[in-house]
């Protein structure tokens, strides 16, 4: 499969993600040898704010995968990882990370929550400042990964 087909399933369970009455946000990681694991939001149903897809997705891939596993590893996420959730890929070591929507297409639909706005720093920022290289590809699916989000945000002010 090629990187636009898994992106678009990480955008499906980003869909799956807002049905369940969560943040329209998902991702997958797919191994060397083909395994797939899916992470989608939980921030809403969980009460947890660090309850993102790809933070859900990395606790799930390092308890089944090797550190070896997770460097050969793509995690494939609906929209760009934020500055916490870039922290935690690069901390369980995946080796590549590609996005659909980007974070700043993202900060424009989203207003203001109680005042705080949302972090604006690229992934790529992130990884760059660490030892280690994840390689970033992206955005792609752009008006695809936006529309998950249509209407979601304005419901949520």
Sequence with gaps: ???EAYLGRAINVARLARANGNHPFGAILVAGDGTIIEGQNSVVTA?????HAETNLVRLASARLSRDELRASTLYTSTEP???CSGAIYWAGIG?????????MLGEMVPD???EATL???CREVFARG???VIVAGPA???EAADVHAGFWDAAT
């Design 131 to 133: 030892g280690n290289t």
């Design 1 to 3: 499969m090629t990187d």
């Design 82 to 84: 934020c500055v916490m």
């Design 113 to 115: 929550q109680g005042g």
């Design 47 to 51: 009460g947890d704010p660090t309850g």
């Design 96 to 104: 590549r990370v590609a996005y659909a929507l980007p974070e700043q």
């Design 120 to 122: 604006d720093l690229p």
């Design 141 to 143: 699916l752009v008006t």
